[in-house]
């Protein structure tokens, strides 16, 4: 890959089988990513961003990950980068990942020079 991919949930989607029924809701984590991007929007700029649907198998993540890689957010490294020492890379068919919030963004002070988040 010649970019960074970024996965999230759509704001907004709708969860038939929670525990309250149907109703609209937001991913945490993936609103969390979304305030970096929105602090930093060059950032969004240069991260290719692919939204995915709430319901299981995420095709395009297993596709890249493997079935049990289907977290959101998760950050799919570009070929070669260097993803510093601050963020836990993981690493599927030989491809390197972060699926977390707060090691996207430590990633992302490592890469653009953001600053890091607080606690980490």
């Not at 198998?57 to 020492?85: I, K, M």
């Amino acid at each position: 890959m010649n970019k960074d991919v970024l996965f999230l949930l759509a704001p907004g989607f709708e969860e038939p089988m929670s525990q309250h029924g149907r109703r609209r809701e937001f991913c945490p984590e993936c609103a969390e990513i979304w305030g970096v991007l929105a602090y930093y929007p060059a950032i969004k700029e240069a991260v290719d961003i692919r939204y995915q649907p709430i319901a299981r198998p995420r095709a395009a993540l297993v596709a890249l990950l493997g079935e049990e890689n289907q977290n959101c957010p998760t950050l799919v490294l570009a070929d070669g980068v260097d993803a510093g020492s601050h963020a836990e890379v993981k690493e599927s068919n030989g491809v390197r990942f972060l699926d977390n919030a707060r090691d996207i963004a430590k990633y992302f002070a490592h890469r653009y020079g953001t600053p890091f988040p607080r606690g980490s």
